[in-house]
């Protein structure tokens, strides 16, 4: 079984700086996709970002970008420039590419942006 | 618009009671998800089927069920054997059409009166 693993459970960065979430994961497979999901006060669930194992180069999207090592089972989400609405709890989420398309979430990172 | 409705927003459980949250989604995605979330434990499966007629167990099924007669529908039903239901339900569905990415419903709080 897949598992998901954020250790950073609360995390604070000051509006304008940079900051980098954790997620490790766990799996026997080759092939898969890892997804960054965003999850504000509304608790409104949202993708932020999407990277497929076989590519080697990492996914970006404007100020969002990772840092996906697939030897080390890393898949960590940077942060750029934070905004006040980065304020969020923040998902590292697990898809098998193959067979039954269950997806694993790790426990979530909180962001707090401070002004 | 398209996208993936559930209600109702907030539902209360008396004690042995069955209550049944509704997800629609009118995206035409083949898969659809159930979780639940507590505090400090992120997102939970609890059921998810990729076709019509057909459903898996996630994670923690015990004490719900669902049915998907149609595309558009994924009910969860919570039973009386549920004993800790008081949480946050959140239903999503996806397709390998637009890669996987999973979409949200609004989700429904469920408390025990």
């Known amino acids: 079984a897949q598992t998901v693993t954020q250790s950073q459970p609360e995390m604070s960065v000051q509006e304008a700086e940079t900051v980098t979430l954790s997620c490790t994961y766990d799996?026997?497979?080759?092939?898969?996709?890892l997804f960054w999901y965003k999850q504000p006060p509304s608790r409104q669930m949202i993708l932020v970002i999407r990277?497929?194992?076989?590519?080697?180069q990492n996914a970006t999207e404007n100020r969002f970008s990772v840092n996906f090592q697939k030897a080390a089972k890393s898949f960590s989400l940077k942060i750029s420039d934070s905004q006040l609405g980065d304020t969020a709890m923040y998902f590292c989420?697990?898809?098998?590419?193959?067979?039954?398309?269950?997806?694993?979430f790790g426990t979530g990172t909180k962001l707090q942006v401070i002004p | 618009d398209g996208g993936i409705t559930q209600s109702p927003k907030y539902l209360f459980r008396k004690e042995g009671q069955n209550v049944t949250l509704s997800c629609e989604q009118n995206?035409?995605?083949?898969?659809m998800y159930w979780y639940r979330q507590d505090p400090g434990q992120g997102l939970r499966l609890i059921y998810y089927?990729?076709?019509?007629?057909?459903?898996q167990k996630g994670d923690i099924a015990e004490g719900y069920s669902v049915s998907r007669e149609k595309k558009e529908s994924f009910p969860l039903t919570v039973t009386s054997a549920q004993k800790n239901p008081t949480a946050f339900y959140l239903c999503?569905?996806?397709?390998?059409?637009?890669?996987?990415?999973?979409?949200f419903g609004a989700g429904t709080r469920l408390s025990v009166l």
């Open positions: 995206l035409n995605h083949d898969a």
């Open positions: 999503a569905s996806s397709t390998r059409a637009t890669k996987n990415i999973q979409y």
């Open positions: 799996t026997s497979e080759n092939n898969y996709y």
């Open positions: 989420a697990f898809l098998n590419s193959g067979g039954y398309q269950k997806v694993t």
């Open positions: 089927s990729q076709i019509v007629n057909d459903f």
């Open positions: 990277q497929e194992a076989y590519k080697q």
